[in-house]
């Protein structure tokens, strides 16, 4: 007969035989850093994740390097908005700044900046805007310099999500061009309109003033146009693809993973986040328990990497283990 429960019998027979395991070198903790001082603020609806400044951002980044997380993600809050997002190539503006502060005083810690305009423009949408929509291409020479921006400044990867068409093409053109050849993208390069990014918008303050961004990010109906998406991504030189959200699109980050020869990576995005903690705030569901198999299924459907909000949860569970 055949009998598969054989190898399920104890816990180091299952050991023996698991598929897959979570382990700290798959994180990348997302951070969020405001323009100016003295600023810790919790957001309301991502219990235990901050909005620093970055006087107060060491005890944080302390943390994450004890914790042996390997990568930061970086978000901007700028104290100046404007209709372009100027503020992004700024060599004064906050991300600049960010990155600077953190590689001179961490810099063993792998610094990777979100590529992007919705947290620096007036309007909130993701580059330039032309007849009540966003610019394709008028955007692109802005991405340029927003990015030579952040490679002055000493980021170590960087990771456009803005799914503009062109984008890791111009990227890697802008990189090369100055000097810069060594930096690698990380593309969303499958990203969908998702109302799974609402806590962020509050987070960053990044909603849009007006209409949605359906007319850049990917409708959540579409399976095989994420494959045109990534592979525009991967033959413009994208060094890593993500898949964003993770958990709605389990068979997305499958597809890419089985699709190309790349590193795959895929965010556990703020609603995912908010919608564990808040359950397990009111005690409806184990917190450490789902959230780690929320992870693991991450890692089951093909991801290499997982940017998490949960980082420093799961690092401490498995120095635990
Ligand atoms: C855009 C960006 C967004 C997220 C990461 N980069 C928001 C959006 O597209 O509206 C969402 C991340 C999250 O929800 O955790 N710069």
């Known amino acids: 007969m055949f009998r598969t429960r054989r190898l399920r019998k104890t816990e180091n027979i299952r050991r ?5 395991k979570l382990s700290v070198d798959d994180l990348i903790y997302p951070l969020f850093i405001e323009e100016g001082e003295n600023i810790e603020t919790e957001i309301v609806s991502m219990p235990g994740i901050y909005r620093f400044s970055l006087d107060k951002i060491s005890k944080e980044l302390d943390e994450v390097v004890a914790l042996n997380i390997p990568a930061i993600l970086l978000f901007g809050i700028p104290a100046l908005k404007d209709e372009e997002g100027s503020e992004t190539w700024n060599d004064e503006g906050i991300m600049q700044k960010a990155v600077r502060f953190i590689k001179k005083n961490y810099p063993s810690l792998y ?4 590529v992007c305009f919705c947290e620096y423009t007036s309007h909130g ?21 927003q990015v030579i921006a952040q490679a002055k400044a000493g980021v170590d990867m960087v990771a456009p999500s803005g799914m503009m068409d062109g984008m890791v093409q111009t990227i890697r053109e802008a990189l090369d061009n100055t000097g810069f050849p060594n930096i690698p993208i990380m593309s969303y390069a499958v990203k969908y309109s998702s109302a799974f990014y609402g806590p962020f918008r509050d987070a960053a303050d990044s909603a849009p003033t007006f209409g949605d961004r359906r007319t850049y990010q990917m409708d ?8 045109r998406e990534a592979t525009f991504d991967d033959q413009e030189g994208a060094d890593i693809l993500m898949v964003k959200p993770a958990l709605s699109y389990l ?8 699709n190309f020869d790349r590193p795959v990576a895929t965010y556990n995005v703020s609603g995912e986040y908010a919608m564990i903690k808040a359950a397990a705030q009111k005690g409806w569901i184990d917190e450490e328990r789902v959230m780690m198999e929320a992870l693991l299924s991450m890692k089951r459907a093909g991801a290499d990497i997982i940017i998490t909000y949960f980082a420093k949860d799961v690092a401490k569970v ?3 283990k």
Do not use: Q, Y
Request: aromatic share 0%; hydrophobic share 35%; charged share 35%.
């Open 16 to 20: 023996l035989v698991r598929e897959n």
């Open 125 to 145: 949408h993701c580059g330039i805007i032309h007849d009540n929509d966003v610019d394709n291409d008028a955007t692109l020479p802005n991405i340029a310099k």
């Open 251 to 258: 068979d997305i980050i499958r597809d890419v993973k089985n």
């Open 220 to 227: 959540p109906s579409n399976r095989d146009e994420a494959l």
């Open 111 to 114: 610094v990777i900046t979100d």
């Open 318 to 320: 498995l120095m635990r």
